[in-house]
């Protein structure tokens, strides 16, 4: 059964921080690459961080020196760390599993959690 329970969105003016956190059901966590991804009103989803199963990590630009993304592996759990947060980052941000070396969404993982929003006033 997959699931995947993401928490710790609110709301901060900018300049502000924020963990996200997200459970990933035990299967599903331990063989992939995960990632967050975010969706703003009116755009696409995209893709913001990548945590290997490893622990090597990639990032969007824009994001880059802001946010870190780790991984418990222990807890089944991924992290976002984000901070210097700017009103661009207003999104619900989701987690789920990553083709981390084409830092894209993986091909045939159709399935989202319910997010968490983040909301970033100026």
């Known amino acids: 059964q997959v699931q995947l329970v993401e928490s710790g969105g609110g709301s901060v003016q900018a300049g502000g921080s924020l963990r996200l956190s997200c459970v990933a059901s035990?299967?599903?966590?331990?063989?992939?690459?995960m990632g967050w991804y975010r969706q703003a009103p009116g755009k696409q989803r995209e893709l913001v961080a990548a945590?290997?199963?490893?622990?090597?990590?990639n990032y969007l630009d824009s994001v880059k020196g802001r946010f870190t993304i780790s991984r418990d592996n222990t807890k089944n759990t991924v992290y976002l760390q984000m901070s210097s947060l700017k009103p661009d980052d207003t999104a619900v941000y989701y987690c789920?599993?990553?083709?981390?070396?084409?830092?894209?969404?993986?091909?045939?993982?159709?399935?989202w959690g319910q997010g968490t929003r983040v909301t970033v006033s100026s």
């Open positions: 789920a599993p990553v083709d981390y070396y084409r830092f894209r969404k993986l091909v045939g993982f159709d399935y």
């Open positions: 035990g299967r599903l966590f331990s063989i992939n690459a």
């Open positions: 945590v290997s199963s490893g622990g090597s990590t």
